[in-house]
């Protein structure tokens, strides 16, 4: 388990996690540093560690495979467990992209009209992508 009040990383002159966010309001927000999409970082224990992800870790639990962890107030330098959830990758994009992503997991046929589904859908890369069979077999030559 993650000890928040124990010093980070090697050192022990490194403060504490706790000490890195503000949680007197009801966004606990991330005062240290955030990476360009503006989600809270921090080094701990040799690795770099999203700041809401960490904190979940440490009060709540750990986070299971194929989980992600959604800002439900969508402040995404907010570490407060209570305006956290967990969620599917595509749960999270869906609620939360207006962009491509978001529409490409709703379609239920590809470009060229063939379905996505059973047998004519492939799922790549842990299952974030859907591709279509057929349209495959036609680019790469395999006959159907």
């Known amino acids: 388990m993650i000890d928040l009040l124990a010093p980070r990383g090697a050192w022990a002159n490194r403060a504490p996690i706790a000490d890195l966010f503000d949680a007197t309001g009801d966004c606990w927000d991330w005062l240290a540093s955030k990476n360009p999409k503006g989600y809270g970082q921090v080094r701990h224990d040799e690795k770099t560690w999203q700041a809401h992800r960490l904190v979940w870790t440490a009060l709540v639990g750990p986070i299971p495979d194929g989980m992600v962890v959604?800002?439900?107030c969508r402040n995404r330098g907010c570490v407060n467990p209570d305006h956290?959830?967990?969620?599917?990758?595509?749960q999270n994009t869906l609620e939360n992209s207006v962009g491509v992503a978001a529409k490409h997991a709703v379609k239920t046929h590809c470009n060229q009209g063939h379905p996505l589904s059973g047998d004519n859908l492939s799922l790549e890369l842990n299952g974030k992508a859907r591709r279509c069979v057929?349209?495959?077999r036609i680019r790469t030559g395999v006959p159907t």
């Open 84 to 90: 956290l959830r967990l969620v599917t990758w595509k």
């Open 134 to 136: 057929t349209c495959r």
């Open 70 to 72: 959604d800002h439900m």
